[in-house]
């Protein structure tokens, strides 16, 4: 038999659900016959003294007891993790590239080449998520949540990422990005030739292709979903390329709405592309990039972070530092 007492992060959520990541090789007919067959028992913290059955549908409250009548091999069994060593990728979580972390958050700047979640179920490749949650394991206490991205950046991409700690954060979070005012994120790049305006706002419908092959995972259409990006020029550079003198330009930029690639397609989509976009640009350009400024990834940076700190009941502004390749990069130019 197993006791388990509810907090925090595992109340609020019905007794199946709590069931299925407690035992999460289990499956959903086995958890309703373990509560049918009376091996799951709770006491409500306020006003009883024994256990008793509760339906499926049951809302766990804090302090809420829960007995599991299993025998130590079986609970073991079904609540059986991935194994770590089955993890080909052995980098691990670098305390360095923490930029903020109380109780609730954890803000970390994440490296380039590095998936924040695993992309594809057959990977053996490390991601930041797994990284992150295994460096919190031994400060959280609960049973079912892990530690959750608030919001995501591509692979090839560096910079500022929101890491909950708590659930209840995580959903205030999730929520306040869907509306610009609450939560601003603010990018940096360096694109291919002058910008036609000093300072603009791009408002151009953006497609994302299921299952896309031979062609771009996501265009710019009328057809799908509107996508607003405002951007300002830093700083511009003179560049010879190849035979011809060509100006490489610095901009920030700053999103109200977070489709999929929104700033690299509207970036190519006015000819500007970042520089190193494999995607949605030409590689030959990149080419050149990489022999005489040995950057080897698109020059995009999630710079800048500006939300409300709901456990700290105040707003907070936070700067991720661009990483060494970046660096080196725009000190070279």
């Known amino acids: ?88 990728d052995k980098w691990t979580f670098n305390k360095k590239d923490i930029v903020y972390e109380d109780g609730d958050l954890l803000v970390v700047n994440k490296n380039p080449w590095i998936n924040v979640h695993p992309w594809d179920h057959k990977t053996k490749e490390s991601n930041l998520i797994a990284q992150v949650q295994d460096y ?33 954060i995580l959903t205030k979070l999730v929520s306040d990005l869907k509306d610009h005012e609450k939560f601003k994120k603010t990018y940096y790049a360096v694109v291919f030739w002058k910008l036609s305006r000093r300072k603009w706002t791009i408002k151009k419908k953006l497609l994302r292709i299921e299952n896309a092959k031979d062609r771009n995972k996501v265009e710019v259409s009328e057809k799908w979903k509107s996508a607003i990006t405002h951007y300002h020029t830093i700083k511009e550079h003179i ?64 710079w800048k972070i500006e939300f409300f700190h709901y456990g700290r009941d105040k707003k907070i502004e936070l700067i991720a530092k661009f990483k060494k390749d970046l660096k080196d990069f725009v000190d070279k130019l």
């Open 1 to 88: 038999m197993k006791l388990f007492k509810i907090e925090e992060n595992d109340a609020n959520q019905r007794l199946d659900k709590f069931l299925r990541k407690l035992l999460p090789r289990a499956t959903r007919s086995l958890i309703y016959k373990f509560n049918r067959k009376d091996k799951i028992k709770i006491k409500f913290f306020e006003s009883e003294w024994k256990f008793k059955k509760r339906d499926n549908e049951y809302k766990l409250q804090i302090w809420d007891e829960v007995k599991v009548f299993l025998s130590d091999k079986e609970f073991d069994e079904l609540n059986k993790k991935e194994d770590k060593n089955e993890i080909l």
């Open 136 to 168: 919190l394991w031994d400060k959280l206490n609960s049973l079912t949540f892990k530690p959750s991205l608030v919001h995501r950046i591509d692979r090839n991409t560096s910079g500022i990422l929101l890491v909950a700690k708590k659930k209840w």
């Open 239 to 302: 560049v010879r390329l190849k035979d011809s003198v060509q100006v490489i330009t610095e901009v920030e930029l700053e999103i109200e709405t977070g489709r999929m690639h929104q700033i690299r397609v509207h970036l190519a989509s006015i000819w500007n592309p970042i520089i190193w976009d494999n995607t949605y640009w030409n590689k030959k350009l990149n080419s050149f990039i990489e022999r005489h400024f040995w950057l080897k990834r698109q020059a995009l940076h999630a």
